[in-house]
């Protein structure tokens, strides 16, 4: 996999589970050790673990809980960083995040973007650029609107929409 990529989700995944912190003990432990197994290069390991954490934050938050949606984009980076063949599985992840990010965060709040762009990385990486440019094309307005278009964020975002339209992608 693209190393910028591994580093963009690892970056993700550690910033969410940072985040996370307010919570049930047990569900900030099991982030704990995907954090380190993740660390390790354990993806596989780490996203069983993450699997637990998700069910977890479902039975003690309820499905439309934003600990929710950090657990479920948790281990869409997880499966994401072990393949194409997991990539369908983490695509629909991110999808389900997505929905719950707008529902409680709204439409155009920065994390919505975040997870967009994680998505539209899925879909670069496997080819699918058609799916791909919308949603760079909406993190990136959504980027440049709340953080600035000289928002690292937003630098991110432009470069890898530049970088498809450099290679015919779109």
């Keep these: 996999m693209n190393p910028r990529v591994c580093a963009w989700l690892s970056l993700c995944l550690f910033s969410l589970i940072r985040s996370s912190a307010a919570g049930e003990p047990e569900w900030k432990e099991l982030n ?11 993806y596989g390991e780490a996203a069983q673990v993450a699997e637990k954490s998700l069910k977890m934050a479902q039975d003690t938050y309820g499905e439309g809980h934003l600990n929710v949606a950090k657990s479920l984009n948790n281990l ?14 983490a695509a629909e992840l991110y999808r389900k995040t997505i929905a719950i990010e707008e529902k409680q965060l709204g439409k155009d709040h920065p994390d919505v973007a975040d997870t ?13 650029y058609g799916q791909a440019l919308p949603l760079l094309e909406r993190s990136l307005t959504i980027k440049e609107t709340k953080l600035g278009r ?16 450099a290679r015919g992608r779109v």
Excluded at 32 to 42: M, T, V, W, Y
Excluded at 76 to 89: C, H, V
């Design 32 to 42: 704990r050790q995907i954090a380190a197994l993740h660390a390790e290069g354990k």
């Design 76 to 89: 869409a980076n997880l499966y994401l960083l072990q393949g194409k063949d997991r990539s369908e599985q």
């Design 116 to 128: 967009l762009f994680n998505l539209a990385l899925l879909y670069t990486l496997t080819e699918q």
């Design 150 to 165: 000289d928002h690292p964020d937003a630098l991110r975002v432009r470069k890898v929409w530049e970088e498809l339209k």
